[in-house]
């Protein structure tokens, strides 16, 4: 991949950006904003204000790029993407050139630029895809590795496929949330006491997965796939995913096909989509894989990203206890892997497509991204700073994670993704 002049670490702006603010210069996200007094839009943000792409372009600004007034005036990102890769790189590369601190067309000309910035607790955050389809996969070798240990015995852990593939099963767009969303406390069938029936009730055991997924450009025609090494071209950018998952209900129903109602009730996303250009600077590699992977699945160079993620639970009316401290660069099968695997007997993939990472866990207990390994299946409630105590979410508490990069005094940050847990309905 050439050089992308908006991930130049050297580079300042004119706007003041907080300091670790996950938002520098260097980020650029996409994502839909509204106010009261504007309607829904494609913006960026730098530091703490959201830059109005739609009133950007109208003030002449975005000239000589790929783009339409439409493109901006619309209330998902979906039309952009359409524009592919080369223009969305094309696009963040002139943001960065406008909020550059040595570019003075648009710094000098405070009208503008009070149309342009708009201050980010002035802004809602819309939903910022449109999601077509939704694949989840369960990539991470110790979060799999763990839930094989409790549910199964630690010599037979993973599954005879785990190391051959990336498992992977198609969830539901339609319950995607964005992220400050409350999610109901879902009901369906759980078996408490094994040697009885099942019963109708509300999920006793809910938990959070700690997850990132990855949004999609248009893949090929149907019939085609798509190889490691042009992956990461059909991949517009990346957010935060809360991947909720009523544990008791999955235990009873997943046996022969996998994850129903424990899963489709509610999957939270963060608001800004961090382009996977902006993410380049945090290449790493991943881990070694061991059996060697069949030739579709082999890739070049690093695929791999450091991103280091946090959990954490805030009761109702307390602080909140971090929980949780793991990292994306754990992940057995990466990106690349994944739609490589998606793609090889032809699926097609669309723009706007959602992929989900699966649970993300790393070596040690402090790493692990759910509440079913944290407290180990309940064994070991984890403390609150309000002095209680969490086996699985409680209602009233507010799950938050977030995520961000940081090399060469350069950090890169995806913001949040929160969800409160409301009471079961009757």
Same mark, same amino acid.
């Given at each position: 991949?050439?050089?992308?002049?908006?991930?130049?670490?050297?580079?300042?702006?004119? #706007? &003041?950006?907080?300091?670790?603010? *996950? %938002?520098?210069?260097?980020?650029?996200?996409?994502?839909? !904003?509204? /106010?009261?007094?504007?309607?829904?839009?494609?913006?960026?943000?730098?530091?703490?204000?959201?830059?109005?792409?739609?009133?950007?372009?109208?003030?002449?600004?975005?000239?000589?790029?790929?783009?339409?007034?439409?493109?901006?005036?619309?209330?998902?990102?979906?039309?952009?993407?359409?524009?592919?890769?080369?223009?969305?790189?094309?696009?963040?590369?002139?943001?960065?050139?406008?909020?550059?601190?040595?570019?003075?067309?648009?710094?000098?000309?405070?009208?503008?630029?009070?149309?342009?910035?708009?201050?980010?607790?002035?802004?809602?955050?819309?939903?910022? #895809? &449109?999601?077509?389809?939704?694949? *989840? %996969?369960?990539?991470?070798?110790?979060?799999?590795?763990? !839930?094989? /240990?409790?549910?199964?015995?630690?010599?037979?852990?993973?599954?005879?496929?785990?190391?051959?593939?990336?498992?992977?099963?198609?969830?539901?767009?339609?319950?995607?949330?964005?992220?400050?969303?409350?999610?109901?406390?879902?009901?369906?069938?759980?078996?408490?006491?094994?040697?009885?029936?099942?019963?109708?009730?509300?999920?006793?055991?809910?938990?959070?997965?700690?997850?990132?997924?990855?949004?999609?450009?248009?893949?090929?025609?149907?019939?085609?796939?798509?190889?490691?090494?042009?992956?990461?071209?059909?991949?517009?950018?990346?957010?935060?995913?809360?991947?909720?998952?009523?544990?008791?209900?999955?235990?009873?129903?997943?046996?022969?096909?996998?994850?129903?109602?424990?899963?489709?009730?509610?999957?939270?996303?963060?608001?800004?989509?961090?382009?996977?250009?902006?993410?380049?600077?945090?290449?790493?590699?991943?881990?070694?894989?061991?059996?060697?992977?069949?030739?579709?699945?082999?890739?070049?160079?690093?695929?791999?990203?450091?991103?280091?993620?946090?959990?954490?639970?805030?009761?109702?009316?307390?602080?909140?206890?971090?929980?949780?401290?793991?990292?994306?660069?754990?992940?057995?099968?990466?990106?690349?892997?994944?739609?490589?695997?998606?793609?090889?007997?032809?699926?097609?993939?669309?723009?706007?497509?959602?992929?989900?990472?699966?649970?993300?866990?790393?070596?040690?207990?402090?790493?692990?991204?759910?509440?079913?390994?944290?407290?180990?299946?309940?064994?070991?409630?984890?403390?609150?700073?309000?002095?209680?105590?969490?086996?699985?979410?409680?209602?009233?508490?507010?799950?938050?994670?977030?995520?961000?990069?940081?090399?060469?005094?350069?950090?890169?940050?995806?913001?949040?993704?929160?969800?409160?847990?409301?009471?079961?309905?009757?």
């Amino acid at each position: 991949m050439s050089t992308i002049a908006a991930n130049n670490p050297a580079l300042t702006s004119w #706007v &003041e950006v907080p300091q670790n603010s *996950d %938002f520098p210069i260097q980020n650029l996200p996409f994502g839909i !904003v509204k /106010t009261s007094q504007l309607t829904p839009r494609v913006a960026s943000r730098i530091g703490d204000f959201a830059i109005d792409l739609k009133s950007l372009y109208v003030l002449g600004y975005l000239e000589n790029l790929p783009f339409e007034h439409s493109d901006f005036d619309c209330n998902t990102l979906n039309v952009l993407m359409k524009r592919g890769k080369k223009a969305s790189r094309e696009l963040r590369n002139r943001l960065s050139k406008l909020f550059d601190s040595n570019y003075k067309d648009l710094q000098k000309n405070q009208h503008h630029v009070e149309q342009v910035l708009i201050p980010i607790d002035q802004v809602t955050m819309c939903m910022p #895809v &449109e999601i077509g389809d939704y694949t *989840d %996969f369960y990539s991470s070798r110790e979060h799999a590795t763990n !839930v094989g /240990t409790m549910f199964r015995d630690p010599e037979n852990a993973l599954l005879p496929n785990w190391l051959w593939l990336p498992v992977g099963y198609h969830g539901r767009s339609s319950s995607i949330i964005i992220s400050g969303e409350p999610v109901r406390r879902p009901k369906g069938q759980i078996k408490p006491i094994p040697e009885e029936p099942p019963i109708y009730a509300a999920c006793r055991n809910l938990d959070f997965e700690l997850e990132m997924a990855f949004i999609t450009f248009d893949g090929k025609p149907m019939g085609e796939r798509i190889s490691t090494d042009e992956a990461e071209d059909f991949i517009f950018g990346m957010c935060l995913f809360n991947d909720w998952s009523a544990r008791d209900m999955q235990t009873w129903e997943y046996v022969p096909l996998g994850p129903f109602l424990a899963k489709n009730f509610a999957s939270s996303i963060s608001p800004w989509i961090v382009t996977l250009d902006a993410l380049q600077a945090f290449k790493v590699d991943g881990p070694e894989q061991s059996p060697e992977v069949l030739s579709y699945l082999e890739y070049k160079d690093q695929k791999s990203y450091d991103i280091q993620l946090e959990v954490y639970i805030q009761p109702e009316n307390a602080d909140e206890t971090k929980i949780c401290t793991s990292n994306f660069k754990y992940m057995y099968w990466n990106m690349a892997q994944q739609l490589a695997h998606h793609t090889v007997n032809g699926c097609n993939i669309r723009c706007g497509d959602l992929m989900g990472s699966g649970t993300i866990s790393g070596p040690t207990p402090d790493s692990y991204g759910s509440m079913l390994e944290l407290a180990w299946k309940g064994t070991k409630p984890l403390p609150m700073n309000d002095g209680t105590e969490r086996k699985f979410i409680q209602d009233g508490d507010t799950v938050i994670m977030r995520g961000f990069s940081s090399k060469d005094g350069v950090r890169v940050g995806f913001g949040e993704v929160t969800g409160k847990i409301l009471p079961a309905l009757d």
